[in-house]
């Protein structure tokens, strides 16, 4: 099945950056229940550009989400700010985004060992350090190959290593889609017990109605073998294609979620939601 990472928590957007720098926690709660409540299984935390405020506030929003009953994904530029993560969430934790560099590593590899039974996933971002441009599927297969190596010699299980294929906007290269899809073809024929997560909205960045693009993108992407998926949960037409998609290439065991959905949708509309 598909794991749903809600990311309506992204300092990059300017109206999540104010309620972040004031500290609203009651914002953040809504925005956590309501992301839970579409499906979202882990709720993205990146509050990059609060920069010395980083992590008092995540460690506030940890718990809130965790409060909820949900699961947190956190993205900082700072590996120190990752291992204090792992060191104080109470439930399984995905970190990110780390490129391939193996001091970076070892830091969180250190921790990540020191669990308390907690299963620590990792982001691992497939390209070439400091090259902004997406490499080919080969090479980013290759890419791919050292980190994994790397990570299981390590003692990290395949399935707690996340891939990211590095989704850039179509505006960019009319060709990012296609390349992405052929990457991550290529990860699950090679790794397939390997992870892989995408932000699925990337590919539409700067183009009217990203909706469209995401919600059509998304059912090619899973089919590709996508695992999680980080989107805004409250999107109703992507949530629809993951639904009827799982349930269209038999990954939907006895069309329980489709079901499930569709009763759903019935009752919102019985009570005029």
Same mark, same amino acid.
């Given at each position: ?5 809600? @990311? ?23 925005? !956590? ?12 935390? @990146? +509050? @990059? ?76 971002? !497939? ?70 997560? +995408? ?75």
């Amino acid at each position: 099945m598909i794991t749903i990472v809600g @990311n309506a928590l992204n300092s990059n957007n300017k109206k999540v950056l104010d309620k972040m720098n004031k500290m609203d926690f009651e914002y953040v709660k809504k925005e !956590v229940l309501a992301q839970i409540a579409d499906g979202a299984e882990f709720i993205e935390l @990146n +509050a @990059n550009s609060l920069m010395e405020n980083e992590l008092p506030f995540l460690h506030k929003a940890i718990a809130i989400i965790e409060g909820s009953g949900a699961k947190a994904l956190v993205r900082s530029e700072s590996i120190e700010t990752l291992v204090e993560v792992i060191k104080i969430v109470k439930n399984d934790v995905v970190v990110g985004d780390i490129e391939f560099d193996k001091e970076k590593l070892d830091k969180l590899l250190e921790v990540a060992r020191v669990t308390n039974g907690k299963d620590i996933k990792v982001v691992a971002v !497939v390209k070439e350090k400091g090259e902004d441009n997406n490499s080919s599927p080969e090479k980013s297969l290759l890419i791919a190959q050292m980190y994994i190596d790397y990570l299981l010699d390590n003692g990290m299980k395949r399935e707690n290593i996340l891939l990211d294929p590095v989704l850039r906007p179509l505006e960019e290269d009319l060709s990012n889609g296609k390349l992405f899809l052929n990457t991550l073809e290529l990860f699950k024929l090679d790794f397939p017990q390997v992870k892989t997560i +995408a932000n699925l909205s990337a590919l539409s960045e700067g183009l009217p109605m990203r909706c469209l693009i995401s919600s059509h993108f998304v059912s090619l992407a899973i089919e590709k073998g996508l695992d999680y998926v980080v989107l805004d949960a409250l999107e109703k037409p992507i949530i629809e294609s993951i639904i009827t998609t799982l349930t269209i290439i038999g990954k939907d065991k006895n069309l329980q979620s489709y079901l499930t959905f569709c009763r759903n949708n019935r009752e919102a509309r019985r009570k005029g939601n």
